[in-house]
């Protein structure tokens, strides 16, 4: 059942410059704390959806261009939330649920911690603390970050789509590519993320196959108030 679902996922949204990744919800809620599980059946189909560098040209400004924007949100997660929809127009026969990287509970806890997410379907490695032999920052606390096998740090990972009337008992689990294999480059992408990620280098820590445009980078170095007149927007 996940592979058509798939391939009508990848033409709708490949051409847009989104990535989709299926994952069994038990994958996810088993990596998880309580307080994080999503509440469907195990074998619950879902999907991790990426957007690569090609997104900026191919969605996000045809959309900015075409719609007309609430002045709510960041225009990037409205354009996102824009094409979500479009896919449950065209799955009639499923209801999809939708979780939005920026979507809080009540407590403000994330309703998903998407970069798990994308570890457990395959989509990116979710390198964290754990995954250096040699910790060399003692009790420090550092956050993890992932990274794409083809676009390094140059991708962002939207959200994910539960089909919770789809089980897939015998989906097989992708394992995600460990492409920042030495310690010591682990240690150079966590303390970059952490310590340095306003100069952009952690997202080239590997060879990359395409990184984001000039103009994309300008727009997401614009501190997010003052996206909307770079977009020639008002709020």
Not at 22 to 33: G, H
Not at 84 to 97: A, Q, T, Y
């Amino acid at each position: 059942m996940s592979v058509p679902i798939q391939r009508r996922l990848d033409e709708l949204l490949s051409p847009l410059g989104f990535q989709c990744d299926p994952f069994k919800i038990s994958w996810y809620n088993a990596v998880v704390q309580p307080c994080f599980h999503l509440q469907y059946p195990d074998d619950t189909l879902a999907f991790v959806v990426l957007s690569t560098p090609q997104m900026f040209e191919k969605a996000f400004k045809p959309f900015i261009g075409v719609m007309q924007l609430s002045t709510v949100r960041d225009p990037i997660d409205e354009c996102v939330a824009h094409y979500f929809s479009l896919v449950g127009k065209n799955f009639p026969d499923h209801r999809i649920e939708t979780i939005h990287d920026f979507e809080l509970l009540p407590n403000r806890r994330p309703k998903v911690l998407v970069q798990t997410a994308a570890h457990e379907a395959g989509a990116a490695y979710y390198y964290q603390m754990k995954d250096v032999q040699k910790n060399p920052w003692g009790e420090k606390k550092l956050y993890g970050v992932c990274i794409h096998p083809r676009y390094g740090g140059w991708f962002a990972i939207r959200g994910v789509l539960i089909f919770p009337d789809v089980q897939v008992p015998s989906l097989e689990q992708k394992l995600p590519v460990d492409c920042v294999s030495t310690d010591e480059k682990k240690i150079q992408l966590l303390n970059r993320f952490n310590f340095h990620w306003q100069d952009w280098t952690y997202r080239d820590i590997i060879d990359v196959e395409e990184r984001y445009s000039e103009e994309q980078m300008q727009y997401f170095a614009t501190p997010p108030a003052e996206r909307f007149k770079l977009l020639g927007l008002t709020k």
